[in-house]
Each structure stands twice: as C-alpha cells, then as structure tokens.
C-alpha cells in the first residue's frame, strides 16, 4: 500500500526556517517524480515545487523560489522541502505528492498524496 507522511511543519515566526519530510512506505521513491503542495483556508491547492526521479529536473513557484529548496533521499526513501525566510503567505497546508509518470508539477498528475503537514507562519 502506498503511503506519505509528512513531518516537520508547525508555527514558526516571518523570516524563520522549517524543515518538511514525507516519509514514503510500501513503495520505492527512485522511479517517481516528488512534489510539495500547499492549500491556504479559502484558496486552491497550489504547486510548491517538484524534482524529477533523478533529482535533474527541479520546478519552483515563483513565489518561493530562492527561499525553498526540494531534496530527495532515494536511500531513505523520503523528500524533503527546506523553507528558509518564511512570510505570513506561506501559511498553508503542505501535501507530499508522488507521480510515476513524471508529468508536469501539477496536483491533477499526482495519484498518491499524504495527510499533510500545517505550516504557519505569524508576524
């Protein structure tokens, strides 16, 4: 059965730094590309950012590119999302996401999605 559990999220103040990981069970992460999303109260589930099965290929939403970065560790199985410099914006939910198929960094392309983690971020 194929499982993600994300870790790491809680309340941090602007400008602090948070550490996500999504802990993958009953499959192999090597073949799949990873993704984080975030879903704020009232919007839409948006696409963080994602990396290829090879880690080569990385996307990054405008809105954090150059604060966060997406990592993966095929050995352990997990993804991993540091957030540095964090905005009251980035206030959200955080879903870890896998695609086999390695499609573009959009939740339509994702089959496998975890709990998700709450980050919040207070002024």
């Known amino acids: 059965q194929v499982q993600l559990a994300e870790s790491g999220g809680g309340l941090v103040q602007t400008g602090g730094s948070l550490r996500l990981s999504c802990a993958a069970s009953g499959f192999t992460l090597d073949y799949y590309t990873m993704g984080w999303f975030r879903q704020a109260p009232g919007k839409e589930r948006e696409a963080v950012s994602c990396?290829?099965?090879?880690?080569?290929?990385?996307y990054y939403v405008d809105s954090v590119n150059g604060r966060f970065t997406i990592s993966r560790d095929n050995a352990k199985n997990t993804v991993y999302l540091q957030m540095n410099s964090l905005k009251s914006e980035d206030t959200a939910v955080y879903y870890c996401?896998?695609?086999?198929?390695?499609?573009?960094?959009?939740?339509?392309?994702?089959?496998?999605w975890g709990q998700g983690t709450q980050v919040t971020v207070s002024s």
């Open positions: 990396i290829d099965s090879s880690g080569g290929s990385i």
């Open positions: 996401a896998a695609d086999r198929y390695g499609g573009p960094c959009m939740a339509r392309y994702f089959r496998s």
